[in-house]
């Protein structure tokens, strides 16, 4: 059964690390509405389902996170409005020919609109008879400027590791009744990968095994609200063991995924984004701990004395890797501004 896990313990304001940092004088008062947003993300990561697998009892979840409150409603709208323009020159012919995707719409479920930035993927074996995965010889548009700010953001706000940072899309356009069907993500993608949600909140459902009922329907154990403006990340078992799919969506939606490209599948003509490489996240201050014994005290104190530098200035967080507004696109906002399956269960946050 799904761990019906309480929200996360409310954080204690007084020692908790965005309000710390914001009383840093060695903060401008950007970084300081930066630490303020940064300290108002929700985050849960206490996924819990276990199912049998391959014999044994394994929490097929495990490694999911849902972080909420990362893009706020003006930044969600400048988002949305990038891709729209995105789409409209893709209908227009003017992308690269891989770029844009639109099917026509033959049977409920099928049919959703989508742009691959970075890389063009293969979901199954195309006409020229590559494989699934990657195609290395074909070429589509690079990633846009408001995009790789939202990459900023998540590796800066601990949502993406430094480690994986994203360096291609697929921007899913969902009208109504458009679905995802059942899949675990191609390995020439590393983990984690990551989905933000736009327009509508939807489900996606998790599990080992996930059924198909009928065209656009499926039902599977888990469920998992995604709100608008949160950011789903997928690792773990949650990646490589539970299969995902999103059911026909309700109303109008749109999901951008990012994902860091395997080196060895990348294509033959990528080169690494100058403004992607070394992004680091938000200096956080130490944590808090138990006041020592006196005799530790002293010993520590001795030892501190004859290493640190007592006038060397603070470490400060710079604003090199603040998101920068582009000449293309507006920059993101300021700082400052199934259910009908009694077997779901849904996951509350």
């Known amino acids: 059964m799904v761990s019906d896990a309480a929200s996360p313990a409310p954080v204690n304001r007084k020692h908790s690390p965005a309000s710390s940092r914001v009383n840093d004088k060695s903060l401008s008062e950007e970084e300081k509405k930066e630490q303020i947003k940064f300290g108002q993300v929700k985050r849960k990561k206490d996924f819990v389902h276990y199912e049998r697998v391959g014999g044994k009892k394994v929490n097929v979840v495990q490694g999911l996170e849902l972080h909420t409150g990362v893009f706020d409603a003006e930044e969600q709208m400048k988002i949305v409005e990038c891709i729209y323009q995105y789409q409209e020159l893709g209908q227009k012919g003017q992308l690269r020919a891989r770029t844009y995707s639109e099917p026509k719409k033959w049977m409920r479920g099928k049919g959703r609109a989508t742009?691959?930035?970075?890389?063009?993927?293969?979901?199954?074996?195309?006409?020229?008879?590559?494989?699934?995965?990657?195609?290395?010889?074909?070429?589509?548009?690079?990633?846009?400027?408001?995009f790789k700010q939202m990459i900023k953001r998540m590796v800066r706000w601990h949502v993406l590791p430094p480690t994986c940072i994203p360096n291609s899309c697929i921007v899913n356009i969902?009208?109504?009744?458009?679905?995802?069907?059942?899949?675990?993500?191609?390995?020439?993608?590393?983990?984690?990968?990551?989905?933000?949600?736009?327009?509508?909140?939807?489900?996606?459902?998790?599990?080992?095994?996930?059924?198909?009922?009928?065209?656009?329907?499926?039902?599977?154990?888990?469920?998992?609200?995604?709100?608008?403006?949160?950011?789903?990340?997928?690792?773990?078992?949650?990646?490589?063991?539970?299969?995902?799919?999103?059911?026909?969506?309700?109303?109008?939606?749109?999901?951008?995924?990012?994902?860091?490209?395997?080196?060895?599948?990348?294509?033959?003509?990528?080169?690494?984004?100058?403004?992607?490489?070394?992004?680091?996240?938000?200096?956080?201050?130490?944590?808090?701990?138990?006041?020592?014994?006196?005799?530790?005290?002293?010993?520590?104190?001795?030892?501190?004395?004859?290493?640190?530098?007592?006038?060397s200035p603070p470490a400060q967080t710079t604003n090199q890797n603040a998101l920068a507004a582009n000449k293309e696109f507006s920059p993101l906002g300021s700082f400052g501004s199934s259910s009908k399956n009694r077997s779901i269960q849904r996951v509350k946050y």
């Open 115 to 146: 742009i691959q930035f970075g890389c063009c993927y293969n979901y199954a074996v195309d006409k020229n008879g590559n494989p699934p995965g990657i195609v290395r010889d074909e070429e589509v548009d690079p990633l846009p400027a408001v």
């Open 174 to 311: 969902y009208e109504e009744g458009d679905c995802i069907p059942p899949h675990i993500d191609h390995h020439d993608f590393i983990r984690p990968f990551c989905t933000v949600s736009f327009l509508s909140e939807c489900n996606i459902l998790f599990g080992s095994s996930l059924k198909i009922v009928s065209p656009g329907e499926f039902s599977g154990p888990v469920s998992v609200p995604l709100p608008k403006g949160s950011v789903l990340v997928l690792q773990g078992n949650g990646a490589d063991v539970a299969k995902h799919c999103v059911p026909g969506v309700p109303s109008k939606r749109i999901s951008v995924t990012f994902r860091k490209m395997d080196e060895s599948k990348s294509p033959f003509n990528y080169k690494p984004d100058p403004e992607l490489l070394r992004i680091q996240p938000l200096v956080l201050p130490r944590p808090l701990v138990r006041e020592p014994s006196t005799q530790q005290s002293v010993a520590e104190n001795e030892k501190k004395m004859k290493h640190d530098k007592p006038h």
